[in-house]
């Protein structure tokens, strides 16, 4: 009887091993090699093509192959040209469950996992320091935020893209919130024009970083000095699960960085795309990728539904400062340098909504002041006895103040223009091309008032005597023109440089030139005026002296209304090499469309009082 059980008991742990023996080695089955056919349809996917950042024809360079530069990226040496090859590769390494490689590619191992039904509880368990990382990024919701154009800072000229993490959609989740940036990696010892220049050529690397949104903001200082639009963009939990997962997998890896195309603002849609590979975010090629380029396929793609609106700082000064009267203008600058005037007659004589208006601009003014200069007990001091007048002088709750156009509903990048005109007396026809972006005097909505970059501006000329020529070529073209105020006085600039034709004598000639300088601007109603000092180096072959310096100034005005734009603009250059030139100009700017315009324009030019009259309509068609 003894042996019969004991018999049994071995039968009943013979076959326990058995069936152990069996679920290992359907296991080791499951996680076996696929054969090259599976590998190559996997490989293939569009969300394997996205962890490895592969180019679909998005941009000119290295189509088909990762934009990946960083060879600890993979684990094939042929990874970043073969996708068949990094999957194999990625297979065999994830396949242990122990493995160091689940820890460093979590995206990779979810995709292997649910392609090849690998079993998926616990099995980054190990992975202690993804975890402990994991834990502190909020995923109830990814926002894409936009500060407008900064044209002070060559990376921002065009705007800039950020994606911001939020733990929920209540206000307060900011402080909680992580910030998503990709910028390059430069050493800060490069000057403005050393840094554009390696920015157009891939001279930096770029990567991506994630850090406090708040600590964000206050690094990126001069986002505060900008109107920001927030998108909150819809993907569901299993789509950012997908995206912060492989955020992990890129820190510190490098990417070529190319101001045009491969910026910041390509490289978030790059991750966005790693969470919804089925929708066309990189469809199409594009030889640059703005911001607001990023924003409208957002929209176009369906994952944005809703904006957010923040005024700058300075922006908000200037609302609550309109409504003053000019003595109140200046009663609120003398509060914010001694607040002891609260209790004088000066301000206790105003009616109570006047208190409350005085208050509130001069607390405004120094929170806007504050972005410079160290909070001190002095400047708290001021804020708290500011906040107590207004607390002690409520007034009627003013209507919000009206959002401009958001950014995606401005004209679009790219310009074409046919135009006819006369000059001395010759007709002819134009044709013009505009790479980017936009000029002073293009509609309005959706862009800051009187900033304008231009690039890669060519004209061409087809005159009634069957002559064809450039008439320009302008390769960058920026103005700045900030109306200077009670509390706000910034500094006004223009560059200009490239190819066109200018007066020699009784001819025209095709030069290069560079011309530009400081000035100053302000606001009078709904015009602006401006001056500028200016200086101008120039070249042409084929005349005497074939080079000149110059110096001058130019003086305009900018009258800018939803429905029609005028420019006006008299500028004078005296050079070094004994001559001198004048132009003026009027301009006026009809958009009949967002992205279709009639424009007007006389101008009038010399050469040492020698001169011809240019006058032109066009039709201009942005795409």
Not at 278 to 306: C, K, N, W, Y
Not at 397 to 414: C, D, I, L, S, V
Not at 419 to 438: K, L
Not at 490 to 511: H, K, M, N, Y
Request: a neutral charge.
């Amino acid at each position: 009887m003894r042996f019969l059980c004991w018999f049994a008991l071995g039968l009943v742990g013979v076959t326990a091993s058995v069936c152990i023996s069996s679920s290992a080695a359907a296991r080791d089955s499951a996680q076996a090699m696929p054969d090259t056919a599976t590998i190559a349809r996997l490989a293939d996917t569009p969300r394997w093509q996205a962890l490895l950042h592969y180019n679909p024809g998005a941009t000119l360079r290295g189509v088909g192959e990762s934009y990946v530069d960083d060879p600890n990226f993979f684990l094939a040496s042929d990874g970043a040209t073969n996708a068949a090859d990094e999957l194999a590769a990625t297979i065999q390494a994830l396949a242990k469950p122990d493995s160091p490689a689940r820890c460093r590619y979590p995206a990779r191992y979810k995709f292997v996992a649910t392609q090849l039904g690998w079993d998926t509880t616990d099995a980054l368990a190990h992975c202690t320091d993804y975890q402990d990382w994991r834990d502190r990024m909020p995923i109830g919701r990814l926002v894409m935020v936009f500060p407008a154009a900064y044209l002070n800072s060559p990376s921002s000229m065009f705007g800039h893209t950020l994606l911001r993490l939020d733990a929920s959609a209540k206000p307060e989740s900011a402080y909680l919130s992580r910030a998503i940036n990709f910028s390059a990696q430069s050493t800060g010892a490069d000057g403005s024009a050393l840094y554009v220049w390696r920015g157009l050529v891939g001279g930096y690397p770029g990567r991506f970083s994630v850090n406090s949104y708040v600590e964000t903001i206050h690094r990126y200082g001069f986002i505060e000095n900008r109107d920001i639009w927030e998108y909150p963009l819809n993907l569901d939990h299993d789509a950012l699960d997908w995206l912060v997962r492989h955020l992990w997998e890129l820190r510190g890896v490098n990417f070529d960085y190319f101001f045009f195309d491969e910026n910041c603002s390509f490289r978030l849609l790059e991750l966005i795309h790693v969470a919804r590979p089925d929708l066309p975010l990189l469809a199409g090629q594009r030889f640059a990728e703005l911001p607001v380029h990023t924003i409208r396929t957002l929209v176009d793609a369906g994952l944005v539904s809703d904006n957010h609106y923040r005024p700058s700082k300075i922006h908000t000064l200037q609302r609550y400062a309109d409504p003053l009267s000019s003595s109140e203008r200046a009663l609120t600058k003398r509060l914010t340098r001694n607040t002891g005037l609260l209790e004088t007659p000066a301000f206790q004589d105003l009616r109570p909504a006047a208190r409350h208006r005085v208050a509130q601009v001069a607390y405004q003014a120094l929170r806007v002041d504050g972005r410079t200069r160290q909070r001190d007990k002095s400047t708290a001091h001021d804020s708290l006895a500011l906040l107590r007048a207004i607390q002690r002088n409520p007034a009627p709750a003013a209507a919000p103040a009206t959002p401009p156009a958001p950014p995606e509903k401005g004209h679009a990048t790219h310009l074409i223009s046919l135009a006819g005109g006369r000059i001395d007396g010759a007709s002819y026809g134009e044709f013009g091309f505009r790479m980017t972006y936009h000029d002073v005097l293009d509609r309005p909505q959706g862009f800051p008032t009187g900033a304008g970059i231009q690039g890669l501006d060519l004209k061409l000329r087809a005159y009634d005597n069957g002559d064809i020529e450039l008439e320009r070529l302008g390769l960058v073209n920026i103005r700045s023109i900030a109306p200077r105020g009670t509390f706000f006085k910034p500094i006004s600039w223009f560059v200009d440089s490239g190819l066109e034709q200018t007066p020699a004598g009784s001819t025209r000639q095709l030069g290069l030139y560079l011309d530009g300088g400081p000035g100053l601007s302000w606001r009078v109603g709904d015009v602006v005026p401006y001056v500028f000092a200016a200086a101008r180096l120039e070249t042409v072959a084929t005349q005497e002296p074939t080079f000149g310096t110059g110096l001058g100034a130019n003086a305009g005005a900018l009258w800018i209304t939803p429905t029609v734009q005028w420019g006006l603009e008299l500028s004078q250059r005296y050079f070094a090499q004994g001559f001198h030139r004048t132009r003026a100009g009027l301009s006026a700017n009809l958009p009949v469309s967002r992205n279709n315009a009639l424009r007007a324009r006389c101008e009038y030019e010399s050469w040492n009082a020698q001169g011809q009259a240019d006058c032109q309509l066009s039709f201009r068609h942005f795409f």
